[in-house]
Antibody, heavy 121, light 112 residues
Framework: EVQLVESGGGLVQPGGSLRLSCAAS????????MSWVRQAPGKGLEWVAN????????YYVDSVKGRFTISRDNAKNSLYLQMNSLRAEDTAVYYCARGRGSTVTKSFDSWGQGTLVTVSS | QSALTQPPSASGSPGQSVTISCTGTSSDVGGYNYVSWYQQHPGKAPKLMIY???KRPSGVPDRFSGSKSGNTASLTVSGLQVEDEADYYC????????????FGGGTKLTVL
């Protein structure tokens, strides 16, 4: 069974930093593109970033470019999101999601339960 | 990259059919056959219901179907059941715009 378990969320002040982690199990992690998708309270879904199987390609939504960094450790079956210069508008539940298929992500076939990030003073 | 446009709400009675639309542009929905639909119950993670416009993942009932015409995609839920009440989000691959995915704003489906 595919499992994705996020951790690392919490309350942080504007301008602060946070690192999210996602532990994957039940599938060959190194064979899939992985992504972070977020959902602000009461709002819709927003794709944040994705990363290729070997980490050689990374893409970001414009609003987080230069502030967030996606990375992965295939030996540890783990995905990460380093978030710097956080803003109030980054407040959301952050989901780790697996891309369906082996090419650049076009849909997400497995999701974690999410971790809440709150940016507030 | 602008979000795709969905109606905020839709409704139907048990056993009826309902269709939810998702409008984008030629740079996303109209440019690729990579439209997906997700179901999200309150407090839960999204679940993939349709991918590549009309394909269903294993385990998704065939009551759920997808289609596309031009820049507009649609999700049809036939034979509505109480458990279908949820938020539904469409998404589309955005290609060279950002090499990612753009989502719709979501539609709250109410089963009356």
């Amino acid at each position: 069974e595919v499992q994705l378990v996020e951790s690392g969320g919490g309350l942080v002040q504007p301008g602060g930093s946070l690192r999210l982690s996602c532990a994957a199990s039940g599938f060959t992690f190194s064979s899939y593109w992985m992504s972070w998708v977020r959902q602000a309270p009461g709002k819709g879904l927003e794709w944040v970033a994705n990363i290729k199987q070997d980490g050689s390609e990374k893409y970001y939504v414009d609003s987080v470019k230069g502030r967030f960094t996606i990375s992965r450790d295939n030996a540890k079956n783990s995905l990460y999101l380093q978030m710097n210069s956080l803003r109030a508008e980054d407040t959301a539940v952050y989901y780790c999601a697996r891309g369906r298929g082996s090419t650049v992500t076009k849909s997400f076939d497995s999701w974690g339960q999410g971790t809440l990030v709150t940016v507030s003073s | 990259q602008s979000a795709l446009t969905q109606p905020p709400s839709a409704s139907g009675s048990p056993g009826q059919s309902v269709t939810i639309s998702c409008t984008g542009t030629s740079s996303d929905v109209g440019g690729y056959n990579y439209v997906s639909w997700y179901q999200q119950h309150p407090g839960k993670a999204p679940k993939l219901m349709i991918y590549e416009v009309s394909k269903r993942p294993s385990g998704v009932p065939d009551r759920f179907s997808g289609s596309k015409s031009g820049n507009t995609a649609s999700l049809t839920v036939s034979g509505l059941q109480v458990e279908d009440e949820a938020d539904y989000y469409c998404s589309s691959y955005a290609g060279s715009n950002n090499w990612g995915v753009v989502f719709g704003g979501g539609t709250k489906l109410t089963v009356l």
